[in-house]
């Protein structure tokens, strides 16, 4: 509770002084101009708190992620050639401080991550965080999923770094628009 209060208090004074957050909010939104206070809101608390929110039953969270899996579309391009194709990144880091990494669920979708391990990654970012009030959790804005189709979960970013990062580089040099050299 009194960091979900002090992230209302300090958010307003973030996006206006230039601190590294103001940059990193300032990149979010050019990369996603369609998003809303309630998004930056979500970036911070994701930040903050990681998937804490989300995660108590782990058959539950494979059940879950399956179904988005196979419900989302995959408007992703055939071939990566960065982290940034397609309308919402393969995977991005979390604000100013970097604590957590939202992974794209194409990833899943695409054999790329394991669902197993994508869910023992989840488990594992959870350790030690503390639950927020679950009246603070936010979703991201109307305007925000019609024009980016957000589907990720947030992994701790030392978690990230060491088990997935080196696959997700792998998959994008692997495609076929690297091999033609162009």
């Known amino acids: 509770m009194k960091k979900f209060l002090l992230l209302i208090v300090l958010l307003p004074l973030v996006v206006t002084a230039q601190t590294p957050c103001n940059e990193a909010l300032m990149k979010y939104a ?103 009030d679950p009246k603070f959790v936010m979703t991201h804005s109307t305007a925000f999923k019609a024009a980016y189709d957000p589907h990720y979960r947030i992994i701790r970013r030392d978690i990230f770094d060491r088990e997935f990062r080196n696959e997700i580089g792998v998959y994008i040099i692997a495609t076929p628009l690297h091999h033609q050299g162009q």
């Open 30 to 132: 050019q990369r996603y101009p369609a998003a809303e206070s309630q998004d930056l809101y979500k970036l911070v608390f994701q930040d903050l708190y990681g998937p804490g929110h989300l995660l108590t039953d782990s058959l539950a969270a494979v059940r879950y992620i399956s179904r988005e899996v196979a419900e989302m579309k995959d408007t992703y391009p055939e071939v990566f050639r960065d982290v940034n194709d397609g309308p919402f990144p393969l995977y991005e880091y979390t604000l100013c401080d970097s604590n957590f990494v939202r992974v794209n669920l194409v990833l899943v979708k695409r054999g790329v991550i394991a669902l197993d391990k994508l869910v023992s990654a989840l488990l594992r970012s959870t350790e030690g965080l503390p639950a927020p």
